[in-house]
């Protein structure tokens, strides 16, 4: 398929032609995108410094707080990550900073010449966009983070020097399963033999662990090579390393982040002699790091957050932390969820928490309809739960109706994130 654009063409004109011009929306597998890749001859005398995150949650707490981390020790960092929440520039960062339309319609059009015949996914242009400006930008460390899996996301043509695995649970079963050991197996597809990784997991499954010890990664475990000890304003990390010791709490909110920072000073601790950086950074970078939709509170008095939680470890977590917030009113929840999720154990946790479920359809084609949403809510779970006829005008009406001593959690996926946002 032609796609008629140029560089000179507007970013919104290309985003809606790559969203038509492939068969599949989500279509793993590398052939396709690595030939491309060869195609454009990026690699150069200038080579960055490649980090690959993968895991279901927490890749992209972990993927922020590297990135202000570096930003903080003085490199030029650039970071490839999905989905977007605002606009679409957000997956493409160098020093923290979205990049500029002109940069990725440049990009866009360079793909578009060297792929002839061949067909890309949006993820795989976005790939490919991502890898082109950091090498034209010529920044000193890359961070990619997997969009789906590991082994067959487009990011793993890149032969990344340290990889970090964060936490792996059942997700995206129409694509991986619901096998945690398979998962497991399909996220160790970004280990390379020889390279630095990290698996910021405590009971990450064996299939991951045999993987890499066939093929000779020297992988970090959490609970056995480090682990972390709370206290009330500080944590501390427990290895055998330079880094180890007492570090100030993240300023992303929630405990489950002290796991995710304690893996990322892992890795750290791991790849000093490539790219140092020193305790003073890492503290800065921890209370600096920010990220749009994770715990991410909007208002005050009422208390309304937004939160990507979409699976089941996710939703435990979220759960965790309402109880943590001891509400005297009552809470409500501005939740929808995409078809292919496991809806039983994304809502299982809440219940008893949630007094009011505002619901409404996403706006993608994946969008489980709200009408069965509505039934299994009100009848298998026995909820109150009120059908409108979008997200933002759920939010709105929940504002309109709650007390001071209410809260409120928008979640359930990104475009519940999204939309809330929007809304604003």
């Keep these: 398929m032609v796609s008629g654009l140029s560089e000179t063409s507007l970013l919104d004109d290309w985003l809606t032609w790559q969203e038509q011009c492939h068969v599949k929306e989500i279509d793993l597998g590398l052939t396709r995108v ?27 707490s972990s993927v922020a707080m590297l990135e202000a981390i570096f930003i903080a020790a003085g490199y030029q960092v650039g970071v490839y990550s999905t989905p977007h929440l605002k606009r679409y520039n957000e997956r493409i960062r160098i020093n923290g ?60 043509i890149v032969d990344a020097d340290a990889a970090l695995i964060t936490s792996i649970s059942v997700d995206h079963i129409d694509w991986l399963g619901d096998d945690r050991s398979q998962i497991a197996l399909e996220k160790a597809g970004v280990l ?20 890499a010890k066939k093929l000779g990664t020297q992988l970090t475990l959490a609970a056995k090579d480090f682990n972390v000890q709370v206290e009330h304003n500080r944590w501390c990390l427990l290895a055998k390393h330079s880094l180890a010791g007492y ?39 921890l209370q600096q790091a920010s990220l749009l939709g994770r715990l991410q509170k909007i208002r005050s008095t009422p208390d309304i957050f937004l939160d ?42 809440f219940i008893g928490l949630i007094d009011q479920w505002h619901i409404a359809p996403l706006e993608s084609a994946r969008s489980l309809p709200v009408l069965d949403l509505h039934r299994y809510l009100t009848v298998e779970c026995s909820q109150q739960c009120l059908k409108h006829d979008s997200i933002q005008l759920a939010l709105q009406e929940v504002k309109r109706t709650i007390n001071s001593n209410d809260l409120v959690i928008c979640f359930g996926s990104f475009y519940v994130v999204e939309a809330c946002l929007e809304a604003l």
Excluded at 194 to 209: K, R, Y
Excluded at 310 to 335: D, P, R, Y
Aim: charged letters at 15%; hydrophobic letters at 45%; proline letters at 4%.
């Design 247 to 285: 570090y100030p709490l993240p300023a992303l909110q929630g405990d489950h982040q002290i796991q995710n920072a304690s893996a990322v000073v892992s890795l750290l601790a791991n790849i000093q002699t490539e790219v140092p950086v020193n305790r003073s950074s890492i503290e800065l970078g």
């Design 97 to 156: 900073k979205p990049v500029a339309d002109a940069l990725l319609t440049r990009s866009f059009a360079k793909i578009d010449a060297a792929r002839q015949a061949t067909s890309l996914s949006y993820f795989e242009f976005g790939t490919l966009a991502a890898l082109d400006i950091f090498e034209d930008q010529k920044v000193a460390i890359q961070i990619l983070e997997v969009g789906l899996g590991g082994r067959l996301d487009a990011v793993n």
């Design 308 to 349: 990507v939680a979409h699976n089941a470890e996710s939703a435990n977590v979220l759960a965790q932390f309402i109880k943590t917030k001891q509400v005297n009113g009552q809470v409500h929840a501005v939740f929808s969820i995409l078809a292919d999720k496991q809806l039983d154990e994304v809502v299982k946790p």
């Design 192 to 211: 390379r033999a020889n390279q630095m990784a990290v698996c910021g997991d405590a009971t990450v499954p064996s299939s991951l662990l045999e993987y």
């Design 34 to 60: 690595a030939s491309v890749y060869k195609t454009l001859s990026l690699p150069s005398s200038h080579s960055a410094y490649t980090i690959t995150v993968a895991g279901t949650n927490g890749k992209g």
